[in-house]
């Protein structure tokens, strides 16, 4: 049974940093890619960032580039987002999500099967 979990969601002010976890169960982590998503109220989730099965390739969203950094520990099987210079759009819950393939880097929501049960960011002025 696949588990991802998130952690480390909160409050923020505008400017601050938070660092998401999501770590991963009954997958083999090292062949996923894993995607981090959002989705802030009234809208559809949107990609957020996405990092290779091996950790050496990442794509971000033009949202948030410059701004937030993926990484993953493989002997942890878990993923981060670390996310810097918040802003108040930046508002939404967060999820983490494993590729459908593996050694597949994708950007679509459609191309994740396994997802987390999400974590709420709030960024307040």
């Known amino acids: 049974q696949v588990q991802l979990v998130e952690s480390g969601g909160g409050l923020v002010q505008a400017g601050g940093s938070l660092r998401l976890s999501c770590a991963a169960s009954g997958l083999t982590f090292s062949t996923r890619s894993m995607g981090w998503f959002r989705q802030a109220p009234g809208k559809e989730r949107e990609f957020v960032g996405v990092i290779a099965w091996r950790g050496g390739s990442t794509i971000y969203a033009d949202s948030v580039k410059g701004r937030f950094t993926i990484s993953r520990d493989t002997a942890k099987n878990t993923v981060y987002l670390q996310m810097n210079s918040l802003k108040l759009e930046d508002t939404a819950v967060y999820y983490c999500?494993?590729?459908?393939?593996?050694?597949?880097?994708?950007?679509?929501?459609?191309?994740?099967?396994?997802w987390g049960q999400g974590t709420q960011i709030t960024v307040s002025s």
């Open positions: 999500a494993a590729d459908k393939s593996i050694y597949a880097l994708d950007t679509r929501e459609d191309e994740y099967n396994y």
